[in-house]
């Protein structure tokens, strides 16, 4: 691919403008910068309802590349078959406070935004990446999520506390997840520390359980396709499709159980909280529509448990169209939100997790609702009053929910214009690719590498989602992310 044309500055300009067209702010203010050179270390809050688990063989799993750690994690296999799960979370509200220069900004945008440009961070990296990341070899504090899970995948107990904790590997999810499937060698750190391995494979059982669990109460089985944008020095050189792996599923399926506790632990101490629902789709009948167009039947009222049998027939007959398959559901499905929850007050649940408690609390460095949460958590431990009036979390739901939509809207019109900055020296090339949508709006095809959407402009008539077409390049406009094919007959 020749990249001599590759405007790595122009595709950064790109992505401040259109953060700043969707109301999120892309630079810190000095005051934030201010208020971050004082801060000289992490928190070194203690007293007695802070438990010491630095001894505990705890480790962390994400990106290669991520250092905003939010998250660590340790098992202990109990006489009758159970697993005790501890799920620790960075503390990021004992040195982010509220009010703060650092906490107004992160309130203003309130979530990293993660762009094929740059990544644009809620908090200063001298806090996300370490001052409040669970960094490898660094003590830190943590709020912890305790869960005993049966064979089965059943929750039996849970319990919420903060703790001092002690990251003592950062793991990677490719190399951990090819060693757990066995076409890889055991990552350096889990070669070298005592029982790290045992400790690994006992979290990928119990992930495996409670997914399956989950997916028996309904909760769909969905995969999409990501791209990941890889660089050669500052130069984009490429979008590549990145699949979820194992130890992705490991991570997502334990914060799954920690985010549910969470919700529960509020609930039980008749607290509010701020909870992530996925309404019952309005689109139903679109669904029902889209798997009759495949042969297959569902009921005529909302049904996560037939959904998903069906999203588990259609990934075994017809895997390599399944993702699309999936993108089209989620779609219909509609986009998750926040809401303000009252103690005692009934609210939608989560469809596609088909579970009714649900919140966001693992990822405080990345996103501010789980800031509020765990601010609400550390008030519940201390039998304090909320730190928020119940007008102000409502706002706030509305606003976190808006603005995550924002953010999900710039990362995409950015990884547009990136797709075009790639594809822009190729004009006339011809690639396989998959038609993603046919309707009254357009027909459009993603191609593989760079993993790129663009839209059939002429040739389009009668091709459906799912037909595999052979594309021309006609057109590129990196500025607004347009992308233009002809479909070869």
């Excluded at 001599?4 to 630079?27: S, T």
């Excluded at 107004?104 to 440009?117: G, I």
């Excluded at 740059?118 to 409040?132: A, R, V």
């Excluded at 690719?433 to 046919?438: C, D, H, L, Q, Y």
């Amino acid at each position: 691919m020749n990249t001599n044309i590759n405007h790595p500055q122009e595709l950064r300009r790109l992505a401040a403008a259109a953060m700043r067209a969707r109301g999120l702010e892309p630079e810190f203010s000095a005051a934030v910068m201010q208020q971050t050179s004082a801060i000289s270390g992490p928190s070194a809050e203690s007293g007695p309802t802070i438990r010491d688990l630095r001894a505990l063989l705890w480790s962390s799993i994400d990106n290669d590349e991520s250092r905003d750690l939010d998250q660590i994690e340790y098992v202990e296999s109990q006489s009758d078959g159970a697993v005790k799960v501890l799920v620790a979370i960075a503390d990021v509200d004992s040195v982010v406070k509220t009010g703060t220069p650092i906490d107004e900004h992160a309130r203003l945008n309130t979530t990293s935004v993660y762009t094929a440009a740059q990544i644009f961070p809620m908090l200063p990296e001298k806090l996300s990446t370490d001052l409040t990341s669970l960094a490898e070899d660094q003590e830190r504090l943590g709020v912890v999520m305790e869960m005993v899970v049966a064979p089965d995948g059943k929750l039996r107990e849970s319990s919420v506390y903060r703790a001092r904790v002690l990251n003592r590997a950062k793991l990677a999810y490719r190399s951990v997840a090819a060693w757990l499937e066995g076409t890889g060698p055991a990552p350096a750190r889990v070669a070298s520390i005592p029982g790290l391995d045992q400790q690994l494979r006992v979290q990928d059982q119990v992930a495996q359980a409670l997914k399956a669990q989950r997916h028996a109460h309904g909760a769909l089985e969905l995969e999409t396709l990501e791209a990941r944008a890889v660089f050669d020095g500052d130069l984009l050189v490429d979008l590549l499709p990145d699949p979820k792996n194992r130890a992705q599923e490991l991570i997502e399926d334990f914060m799954i159980a920690a985010n549910g506790v969470t919700a529960q632990f509020l609930e039980a101490k008749g607290r509010p909280s701020l909870r992530r629902i996925l309404r019952t789709p309005k689109n139903w009948e679109r669904i029902a529509a889209l798997a009759r167009g495949l042969g297959e039947r569902l009921p005529a009222t909302p049904d996560s448990g037939a959904l998903n049998a069906f999203l588990s027939r259609r990934r075994k007959s017809d895997p390599g169209r399944f993702a699309d398959l999936s993108l089209s559901v989620i779609k219909l499905m509609g986009s998750g939100e926040y809401v303000f929850e009252r103690p005692g007050q009934s609210v939608s649940g989560h469809f596609g997790l088909a579970a009714r408690d649900y919140t966001h609390s693992t990822a405080p460095n990345r996103r501010y609702p789980d800031v509020i949460t765990q601010r609400l958590l550390k008030a519940a431990l201390l039998d304090q009053a909320s730190p928020y009036a119940d007008g102000d979390l409502a706002a706030l739901a509305t606003h976190c929910t808006d603005q995550e939509d924002n953010a999900a809207k710039v990362e995409r019109q950015v990884q547009k214009s990136a797709a075009a900055m790639l594809l822009e020296s190729r004009l006339g090339q011809q690639f396989e690719g998959i038609v993603t949508g046919a309707s009254d709006k357009g027909t459009w095809v993603r191609i593989g590498s760079p993993m790129a959407e663009g839209r059939i402009v002429r040739n389009f008539q009668g091709l459906q989602v799912g037909d595999h077409v052979r594309v021309q390049l006609l057109h590129t406009d990196m500025e607004r992310g347009f992308i233009d094919f002809a479909c070869l007959k």
